[in-house]
T-cell receptor, first 113, second 111 residues
Framework: DVKVTQSSRYLVKRTGEKVFLECVQD?????MFWYRQDPGLGLRLIYFSYDVKMKEKGDIPEGYSVSREKKERFSLILESASTNQTSMYLC????????????FGPGTRLTVL | QKEVEQDPGPLSVPEGAIVSLNCTYSNSAFQYFMWYRQYSRKGPELLMYTYSSGNKEDGRFTAQVDKSSKYISLFIRDSQPSDSATYLCAMKETGANNLFFGTGTRLTVIP
């Protein structure tokens, strides 16, 4: 079974703080993804990575950065958290064959006050 | 126009009913189609994964793809209260890494 874990289930931060969200997968997947999920808007892709140290912007990268120093770990960084970044953040991974699908972690519900 | 459209519901049905969930899409290059189930405050879990047109059955769940109409469906037979969740459709092109998601349909099965 694919296992994707996220460092926190719930997080409360203050405006202006730097926030790190960590994701780890244990299936040697090539690709990793960060999404945010908001009511009525569905899942929106922030960034994805197809290899160590490689990254691509998704649909809404503004205000976020990512880091992938090891294959199994993909971090999402909010450089200066703002209230409009309050959301559910979901990490996913996929094998990267082109025919496979994505497997999700449990999510981190971030509240920025 | 969004690439993938999904009726957000909410949908409430009595226990034992047959449920039909649907998505339409605009990109004819989509070849892989998925349904995810997401319980409240949890991450989506993969439920069904199909390639191109046709039907796929897994227990009480049947996924159907009609590429000519750009329409996919998920049928749930003998629905149970434990099926209460949000159902997300997703799809992608061959060789692509990115998935395109519907916004999800919230389903409640009433005992």
């Amino acid at each position: 079974d694919v296992k994707v874990t996220q460092s926190s289930r719930y997080l409360v931060k203050r405006t202006g703080e730097k926030v790190f969200l960590e994701c780890v997968q244990d299936m040697d997947h090539e690709n990793m993804f960060w999404y945010r999920q908001d009511p009525g808007l569905g899942l929106r892709l922030i960034y994805f990575s197809y290899d160590v140290k490689m990254k691509e912007k998704g649909d809404i990268p503004e205000g976020y950065s990512v880091s992938r120093e090891k294959k199994e770990r993909f971090s999402l960084i909010l450089e200066s958290a703002s209230t409009n970044q309050t959301s559910m953040y979901l990490c996913a991974s996929s094998l990267g064959t082109g025919t496979d699908t994505q497997y999700f972690g449990p999510g981190t519900r971030l509240t920025v006050l | 126009q969004k690439e993938v459209e999904q009726d957000p519901g909410p949908l409430s049905v009595p226990e034992g009913a047959i449920v039909s969930l649907n998505c339409t899409y605009s990109n004819s290059a989509f070849q892989y189609f998925m349904w995810y189930r997401q319980y409240s405050r949890k991450g989506p879990e993969l439920l069904m994964y199909t390639y191109s047109s046709g039907n796929k059955e897994d227990g009480r769940f049947t996924a159907q793809v009609d590429k000519s109409s750009k329409y996919i469906s998920l049928f749930i037979r003998d629905s149970q209260p434990s099926d209460s969740a949000t159902y997300l459709c997703a799809m992608k092109e061959t060789g692509a890494n990115n998935l395109f998601f519907g916004t999800g349909t919230r389903l409640t099965v009433i005992p």
